[in-house]
């Protein structure tokens, strides 16, 4: 109807159409149907086998694990010596099948794209060669070349989706929280700080009457990389409700274990008119449990492929059902003072200290299952975390642990009277206060650590290697 009543864009409509229809084919759209058509693939020499009459490609373009052979005949090939390993190509042929009945492109135009310069011995992923993945995160730029990898990043892609899909299909707003904050107050000292690096810009800006420190002078306060999105996420579930974010976050910690990185993902949610911490914990056991159920029912081989590519000679494959069974049980949940006296049966546990990642895994193994840690003491939570009602030493803090990472996420019902609040808000945050102030409610909420589960959903050993790009201490490539 819309396009009808303008020629013009229904004219100009029909042509993006007819350019999307007549473009290449992704190799994981081809199929039986394709068989007698010419299509275009375009891809990367991924293997290649030389015969008599053809030269065999085995051709990747990303679009899954899966390869496509290509038979190029021997003059085509003779006439492109840089149509090796890792080449860039546009093939133009005839699918059809193969004696052993899988699928085949017989090449009839091909244009070399670019060629890959293996012969100069600096390439870093030879052919037929297996690496560690130590060695494959040395090389940060070329990691989509190996195939685990590709399979890793198409697992976190459809993660992704997952999650957007759940919360958007449960009533929450998706919230773009600032990277940029000038918000302290929760782990100082794990704080990256933003300044300008340009002197002469914050000479030009600073102050003729009253200096400012450097790290003060662009936005007139210090501000830093952001450590969660949290609290921005409470000032928009006011009035819109029920809202969430997902992004990176932030942390300055000397520390270089396989569940840490200085840079991650985060996905954060916040309700308004929360009642307990049953409330958030059901919330959370609902979105891990519904986000992997729609991953292993709609992306199962992409699932299988990324967790195959994990498989080493020490790590013995479990079954989908060993791997997920916790999906068919409820999620255990203990208090602060239960879990503290579980661990001190098994060994010393200092319960003043908190849980470290030992403890964690040792919950989870005592219950056979993820284990919800709730009522925590005071002083190891945060200001903004509301007093329970039948002990004031006490939070209504949630810590949530699963098998392989521990902690995997953490929440709160956020305390929700003016008067308790005012005495220990810190002097940058006197806005937070102003959220009581006007219309105020219960809201309570969690934070997920996106790539801790992809550890848990891919069997991911090193946090690193869940993305692309990792930072952590000494290391920023790229």
Known sequence: MILGSFPQLNHGARRICARLKSGYTKIKDVNNSHVGNTIEVRGWVNNFRKQSKFVFLDLKDGSSNEHLQVLVDRETHRQNPGLTYGAAVS???????????????????????????????????????????????????????????????????????????????????????????????????????VVPHNDELLQNMQSETATKPKDEIYFDRKTFLTLSGQMHLEAMCFRLGSVYNFGPVFRAENCNSSIHMSEFYMIEAEESFVESVGDITKRIESTIKSVTKCLLDDNAKEVDEAYKATFTEEKEAQSEEDRFKWLKTPFATVTYAEAAEILQQKYKFNAKDGLSKSDELTLVKHFQKPVFVVNWPRELKPFYMRTCKHDSKLVEAIDFLMPSVGELAGGSVREDSYEVLEPSVPHDLKWYLDLRKYGGCTTGGFGIGFDRYLQVLLGISNIKDTIPFPRWPHHCQM
């Open 91 to 193: 093939i133009i042929g005839q699918i059809g099948t193969a004696p052993r009945g899988h699928l085949e492109l017989r090449a009839e135009k091909l244009r070399l794209n670019g060629t890959c310069a293996i012969e100069d011995k600096i390439y870093p992923f030879v052919r037929k060669q297996n690496h560690s993945l130590d060695y494959i995160r040395q090389h940060l730029h070329l990691r989509a070349h190996n195939s685990q990898f590709q399979a890793f990043f198409r697992a976190r892609h459809f993660a992704s989706l997952a999650f957007h899909r759940h919360f958007n299909d449960n009533g929450f707003v998706y919230i773009h929280t600032p990277i940029l904050t000038s918000n302290s107050c929760e782990g100082a000292g794990e704080l990256l700080s």
